[in-house]
């Protein structure tokens, strides 16, 4: 048996090893790691898909109801609410598929330090927003008619905003951890 000096096994044919990270690497061969992605992608995945439902059944439920009732069109706090559950809706669409590239493909479109930081900004700019329309929207529901679809319709879209609002602040909040994990520790 021939004794082999690890300088020499060290040849550029052969790079050195990535040091694991929380946040990149999901398999290491020579170590026998699983190659399931850290929990806090998956977490991800399931709230960000939590949002894009929520944000879709909260636009759709002022869409549907009949058309011999008044319209969310001839409410202006009612419109404000569809557009921003629909800019919702979009957003969480777009970091729905932006987590799930990240996954497979991590750091190839924008650096992580700076996905983190446009996540976490946006995260807080759609949770105020979602928020916002949904406190306006509950004023103007209690001015409707209580015999309407529409209002059924408002009231439910109302909730699920709410609903859709806490979801993304969890989003926001594993956002901020996450930039907080890359930045200070």
Not at 14 to 29: D, I, N, Q, R
Not at 92 to 112: H, M, N, R, T, V
């Amino acid at each position: 048996m021939a004794f082999v000096s690890p300088v020499s096994s060290r040849s550029p044919l052969h790079p050195p090893l990535p040091t694991p990270s929380p946040f990149t690497t999901y398999s290491v061969a020579s170590t026998g790691w699983s190659a399931r992605p850290p929990p806090i992608h998956v977490y991800n995945i399931v709230l960000r898909s939590l949002a894009l439902l929520l944000s879709f059944v909260s636009a759709l439920s002022l869409s549907i109801p009949s058309s011999k009732s008044p319209s969310f069109h001839d409410y202006q706090t009612l419109t404000y609410c569809f557009i921003v559950n629909t800019s919702a809706f979009v957003y969480s669409a777009y970091q729905l598929f932006k987590s799930i590239w990240d996954i497979a493909y991590p750091g190839i479109c924008i650096s992580e330090k700076t996905s983190d930081y446009i996540n976490f900004v946006f995260d807080q700019i759609a949770g105020y927003l979602l928020i916002s329309s949904s406190s306006v929207a509950v004023l103007t529901i209690q001015d409707m008619d209580h015999s309407k679809p529409l209002w059924k319709a408002a009231i439910v879209s109302v909730t699920i905003s709410f609903v859709a609002f806490f979801v993304i602040q969890f989003c926001a909040l594993l956002s901020g951890y996450k930039l907080c994990k890359r930045i200070v520790w």
